[in-house]
C-alpha cells in the first residue's frame, strides 16, 4: 500500500514567487492535513480538509496561503509572494474518518517538502 | 489539550527493551495520549494512543497508569532503526487532527 505522497520533496523559490506543494493522501482517505515544521521548532497544524470543503483552517496564516481538496487529484498547498520566513518542511496527512468520531483514526503522515526561499 | 512533559533525550542498547516517559498530569477525562516518532528527514510516524487500559500493537506498548497523569512508551526489543524524535501527545477525540507536537524525546540507540 502506498502511504501519503508529497511532491515535490524539495523545492526552491525566490522572493515573491510561488510555491505549490502536492499531497496524495493514502488509498481510501478522504480526510486531509496540514503542518508546518519551521526550523528547530515542532510541527504546528495548519489546515484540515475534505473532498472540495474545508473543515478547519484555524491554523493557516491569513495572508498568501491556501489550501485545496478537489473531488479528483491530490490537495494542494499554495504560497504566494514567498518570503524567507516560509522556509520550512511543509507535510501532509491523512485518515479515513475525520471529527468526532475520528479517535481511532491516527493521521498518516508523508515526508514532508522542504520549501527553501532565496 | 492537556500539555505533556517528555526527558530531552534517552539512550537505549540495541536489543534491550526501550522505556520513554510521559507526564501529562493535567489530561482531562476525554483526552487521548498518542504517541508519533519521527526519524530525521521524514513525516511523523503514528505509533500506539490509547484513553485509559494498556495497549500493545505490532511496534509497542503504552502503559498508562491508573490516575491517567503519566504514561510509558515501551519499545520492547529496540533497534538502530528506533532512533527516533519520540512524541508524547495528549488530544481530543475529537479534534485528534490538531496534534501539538512539542520538543519530543530523542531516543538514541547504541550498538
Known amino acids: 500500500n502506498a502511504g501519503v505522497m508529497q511532491n515535490p520533496r524539495h523545492l526552491v523559490r525566490r522572493r515573491g514567487q510561488e510555491a505549490r506543494l502536492r499531497c496524495s493522501p493514502m488509498k481510501g482517505h478522504s480526510h486531509v492535513y496540514w503542518y508546518r515544521q519551521l526550523p528547530e521548532e515542532g510541527l504546528k497544524f495548519m489546515v484540515y480538509l475534505q473532498k472540495e470543503n474545508i473543515i478547519d483552517e484555524s491554523g493557516m496564516p491569513k495572508e498568501r496561503f491556501s489550501a485545496e481538496f478537489p473531488k479528483e487529484g491530490p490537495s494542494i498547498l499554495r504560497i504566494q509572494q514567498v518570503v524567507r520566513g516560509d522556509s520550512a518542511a511543509y507535510f501532509c496527512?491523512?485518515?479515513?474518518?475525520?471529527?468526532?468520531?475520528?479517535?481511532?483514526?491516527?493521521?498518516?503522515f508523508g515526508n514532508g517538502t522542504r520549501l527553501t526561499v532565496t | 489539550d492537556a500539555k505533556t512533559t517528555q526527558p530531552t533525550s534517552m539512550d537505549c542498547a540495541e536489543g534491550r527493551a526501550a522505556n520513554l516517559p510521559c507526564n501529562h498530569s493535567?489530561?482531562?477525562?476525554?483526552?487521548?495520549v498518542y504517541w508519533y516518532r519521527q526519524i530525521h528527514s521524514q513525516g511523523p510516524q503514528y505509533i500506539i494512543h490509547g484513553l485509559k487500559n494498556n495497549e500493545t500493537n505490532e511496534m509497542a506498548s503504552l502503559i498508562i497508569t491508573e490516575d491517567r497523569k503519566s504514561s510509558t512508551l515501551i519499545l520492547p526489543h529496540a533497534t538502530l532503526r528506533d532512533t527516533a524524535v519520540y512524541y508524547c501527545i495528549v488530544t481530543s477525540g475529537g479534534s485528534n487532527y490538531k496534534l501539538t507536537f512539542g520538543k519530543g524525546t530523542l531516543l538514541t540507540v547504541n550498538p
Open positions: 493535567t489530561i482531562s477525562g476525554n483526552e487521548y
Open positions: 496527512a491523512s485518515s479515513p474518518r475525520g471529527g468526532p468520531s475520528s479517535y481511532n483514526s491516527p493521521l498518516h
